[in-house]
């Protein structure tokens, strides 16, 4: 996800879902905040649903929401560095900004074996981009054991 988009989440936004596999942890996008904290529609114009594991969805969540508060209209500098980072430290223990994060999930998703079409739908790009900038890595990573 976008920074602005992680911005412009709201609690209600955070959706558990029962799955006959088990839970289902996923975030719906669909506002942007742009650095003048006005609200946008995302970048590629679409409503999607990112799904992720459980600890990540409760760090991003943990991230967004302090105390029951919600983080909206804060601007880009003030968000990393007082609540982004020190949620994501909290929870993983490495500080890692959100862009990045969204890279890493990219690629975690392709090497899992996800299509770019799908990847390209979960993070708000075009299936050209995402094979253009992941091609290359995947089947390349490897677990760290």
């Given at each position: 996800?976008?920074?602005g988009e992680w911005r412009a989440l709201k609690r209600t936004d ?57 983080y909206r209209g804060m601007d880009l500098n003030n968000f990393r ?65």
């Amino acid at each position: 996800m976008r920074q602005g988009e992680w911005r412009a989440l709201k609690r209600t936004d955070f959706k558990k879902v029962s799955t006959p596999d088990g839970p289902s942890f996923l975030i719906s996008v669909n506002k942007n905040l742009n650095a003048n904290g006005l609200q946008l529609q995302t970048k590629d114009r679409r409503d999607r649903l990112v799904p992720l594991g459980e600890e990540d969805w409760l760090t991003a969540k943990m991230a967004i929401t302090e105390y029951g508060k919600v983080y909206r209209g804060m601007d880009l500098n003030n968000f990393r560095s007082r609540h982004w980072k020190k949620a994501v430290e909290e929870v993983t223990g490495v500080y890692k900004v959100p862009y990045t994060m969204r890279s890493t999930a990219i690629s975690k998703y392709l090497n899992e074996g996800g299509t770019y079409t799908m990847a390209a739908r979960i993070f708000g790009n075009s299936a050209v981009i995402i094979e253009q900038r992941y091609a290359g890595l995947v089947g390349v990573l490897k677990p760290i054991s």
